[in-house]
């Protein structure tokens, strides 16, 4: 993944979305080399609050190590990263998350001895506590049609829908930006249409998103 526009200096009054809104997220000349390999090099990248968005590339381009920078899991090796107004360039994970941003890794991370339902709960008291962590599970399961497979454990699940489980964990937190990171592979392509209305459902919260693999449009 390379540069794609000239490095501009942020600000709140330069970084603005519809009607004046500031910029969600913005990178400005982020890059990451493992030793002689540049995998990011030099991107300046901006997302406004409410828009839909999708990287696409082939294998090895740089999606997902740019993801990983953006949500703390890998260290740039140079440039800006600024989410919600503060620079979380180099930020640990866990702060970035309480930032309001969530992400669904390449590869699912989800507790194979746990039921879908328990996923979702655990998800859901973090945002709105422990008393109406159930209602809020139980509306997730409806809305993402997996009610079907509620008190199955993840670690019996096909991977499509442990695809899923961990698309309604991120949902659950409500965060302000999600990421979906290879979102469909798995996934029996009669579920990508019921993928997309979830991402639109996102952005109605106010969340902006990024994903990819999936095609998608601005808000």
């Known amino acids: 993944m390379t540069r794609n526009s000239p490095a501009e200096p942020f600000s709140r009054s330069e970084a603005s979305g519809p009607q004046g809104s500031p910029a969600l997220l913005q990178t400005t000349g982020l890059s990451k080399a493992f030793g002689g390999v540049h995998a990011v090099a030099g991107v300046d990248f901006r997302l406004r609050r409410g828009e839909l968005r999708c990287l696409i590339g082939p294998n090895g381009a740089g999606k997902s190590t740019f993801f990983k920078m953006l949500s703390g899991q890998l260290r740039p090796t140079a440039g800006t990263i600024i989410f919600d107004g503060h620079d979380i360039t180099g930020e640990p994970q866990h702060r970035i998350a ?16 746990l039921s879908v339902y328990e996923h979702f709960w655990i998800a859901a ?19 993402l049609g997996l009610e079907a497979i509620a008190g199955r454990e993840v670690g019996a699940l096909a991977h499509g829908e442990r ?17 979906l990171d290879e979102p469909t592979a798995g996934m ?9 209305i979830c991402c639109a459902w996102s952005t109605s919260m106010p969340a902006s998103l990024l994903s990819s693999t999936i095609c998608s449009s601005s808000k």
């Open 188 to 196: 029996a392509p009669m579920r990508w249409s019921a993928l997309l």
């Open 98 to 113: 309480r930032l309001g941003m969530g992400i669904k890794n390449q590869v699912p991370s989800v507790w194979d001895g």
């Open 125 to 143: 008291r973090r945002r709105v506590g422990a008393r109406a962590a159930g209602t809020a599970a139980d509306r997730l399961l409806g809305e």
């Open 163 to 179: 695809q899923w489980v961990e698309i309604g964990m991120v949902v659950a937190q409500q965060p302000n930006l999600i990421l």
